[in-house]
Nanobody
Framework: VQLQASGGGLVQAGGSLRLSCAAS????????MGWFRQAPGKEREFVAA??????STYYADSAKGRFTISRDNAMVYLQLNSLKPEDTAVYYC???????????????????WGQGTQVTVSS
């Protein structure tokens, strides 16, 4: 599968953005897709994930109540609301064909990664 992330940008604190990830290739057999983010000097961290079949969703504590992951065919979206300066990072989408864990919160759960899209939140 190939992944193309887009939708990042510069926004003021309290604002919103919608990130998109277009999946192409053998999408019909995907198990899940997720979003991660990486700030400068920090490790890549889990944000949200969605199962391809059934649509179950999972969120990091920092994302609950503010971010929403959704899927429409081969597109996966991450709606970012009430953004904070600490949300500033490069956001990556990821995909996997395998079920390695129940909660899809580790980078090791994913095999394919998009190129990342920058989100910058100003105070």
């Amino acid at each position: 599968v190939q992944l193309q992330a887009s939708g990042g940008g510069l926004v003021q604190a309290g604002g919103s953005l919608r990130l998109s990830c277009a999946a192409s290739g053998r999408t019909f057999s995907l198990v899940a897709m997720g979003w991660f983010r990486q700030a400068p000097g920090k490790e890549r961290e889990f944000v949200a994930a969605i199962r391809w079949s059934g649509g179950s969703t999972y969120y990091a504590d920092s994302a609950k109540g503010r971010f929403t992951i959704s899927r429409d065919n081969a597109m996966v979206y991450l709606q970012l609301n009430s953004l904070k300066p600490e949300d500033t990072a490069v956001y990556y989408c990821a995909a996997t064909y395998y079920r390695r864990s129940d909660y899809l919160k580790s980078t090791y759960d994913y095999d394919y990664w998009g190129q990342g899209t920058q989100v910058t939140v100003s105070s």
